[in-house]
């Protein structure tokens, strides 16, 4: 069931992020002539309805809306007649190109809403080891003690409690739970060596605590809710860009990267664990799959988008002899990581460190 259940998740997520182009494309007039969850040449399921035909096809970790004029096998196919996505206007092509990946992180955003309203387990604020020569034991705080408020912002999760370290900029009026009764303290943090989510040497506020370890159901009312699923969504696309940064220059070496053997079962794993650990999991997908369609390769909505803008600026369209050869490095380019994806999967399998 366990792997059924990803390959569910995995379609369910390409889908959505379709259905954005797709709904786009209708409202703008622009003729779908196909949308299709799967790949393959065979259909397991079809149905025309209007112009459009409706299917399954047997490789379901895929999916594509087929837009009248838009091809990118053969951009030659281009063409501006009212009804094609290069017949309308520049803005509402646009509209059309981001709206798959903007639906994916809708999609995240709903997903954390509802882990927000259904609780999730968290790392409570409570201390644990305290170095008496850092500020937190230099203001008197002990173990066992809970953090309840910094600077006037409660503080629900060792999580929220790092954060506001992070982020100060000095003293941090700090109110904290000893037995039954409050205690407030001012502590001001001292900067220390730390290492980031990347394994980088980094320089950061410190207080000198560590967490207790003790966990606890966290959940939310519907507008914390709303706040916590926007703060995760916005966190989970920049954790996205930072580790593509990261790969680029080297930090996250290339044997990292996962291809679909690698997610599916990861997947698999988080349908397993329950069904928030799913859809923490779905939402961070759902997230990746929105950010990386929109990087500037030609083959991605990303690239196409790029096209666009060079026709607004330029007020010329690129040859289609450009489109061609552009579209071709960006398959190589995508078949590429596929491949690197897939051959680090088989390693894995190989060394037995893939997580069945």
Not at 97 to 112: D, E, K, Q, R, W
């Amino acid at each position: 069931m366990g792997f059924i259940g990803s390959i569910l998740v995995l379609s369910f997520l390409i889908f959505f992020h379709e259905l954005g182009h797709f709904l786009a494309a209708k409202y703008f007039g622009v003729k779908v002539e196909a949308f299709s969850i799967g790949f393959g040449r065979q259909r397991i399921w079809k149905k025309k309805i209007g112009d459009t035909e409706y299917s399954l096809r047997p490789i379901p970790l895929g999916g594509f809306v087929q837009l009248k004029g838009q091809s990118d096998i053969d951009p030659k196919l281009r063409n501006s007649d009212i009804d094609s996505l290069y017949g309308i206007a520049h803005w509402k092509r646009l509209v059309i190109l981001a709206a798959g990946s903007f639906f994916n992180l809708l999609l995240a955003f709903l997903l954390f809403f509802a882990i927000g309203l259904l609780g999730k387990n968290e790392l409570a604020p409570i201390v644990g080891k305290v170095e008496s020569t850092m500020p937190a034991g230099l203001a008197g705080l002990k173990s066992g003690d809970e953090i309840m408020l910094i600077n006037g912002n409660k503080i629900r999760t060792w999580g929220n409690l790092s954060n506001a370290v992070a982020e100060s900029t000095g003293a941090l009026e700090v109110v904290f739970l000893r037995g039954s009764k409050e205690y407030t303290t001012t502590i001001t943090p001292k900067y220390g060596a730390s290492k980031n989510i990347f394994g980088e040497s980094i320089q950061r506020p410190l207080l000198g605590i560590t967490a207790s370890g003790e966990v606890r159901l966290v959940s939310y009312n519907i507008l914390d809710s709303i706040l916590y699923a926007f703060r995760e969504t916005k966190e989970s696309s920049k954790l996205i860009l930072q580790s593509i940064e990261k790969m680029f220059s080297g930090v996250v070496p290339l044997s990292e990267v996962g291809g679909v053997v690698s997610i599916v079962s990861i997947t698999k794993k988080a349908t397993e664990l329950g069904i928030v650990t799913l859809f923490a999991f779905s939402a961070l997908i759902s997230v990746n799959l929105g950010i990386l369609n929109l990087l500037p390769i030609p083959a991605l909505d990303g690239g196409h988008i790029i096209f666009t803008f060079y026709e607004m600026i330029s007020k010329r369209i690129p040859t289609q002899e450009t489109l061609y050869r552009l579209s071709l490095a960006g398959w190589i380019v995508l078949l590429g990581l596929m491949g690197l994806g897939l051959y680090n999967d088989i390693l894995r399998i190989a060394n037995g460190t893939m997580p069945f």
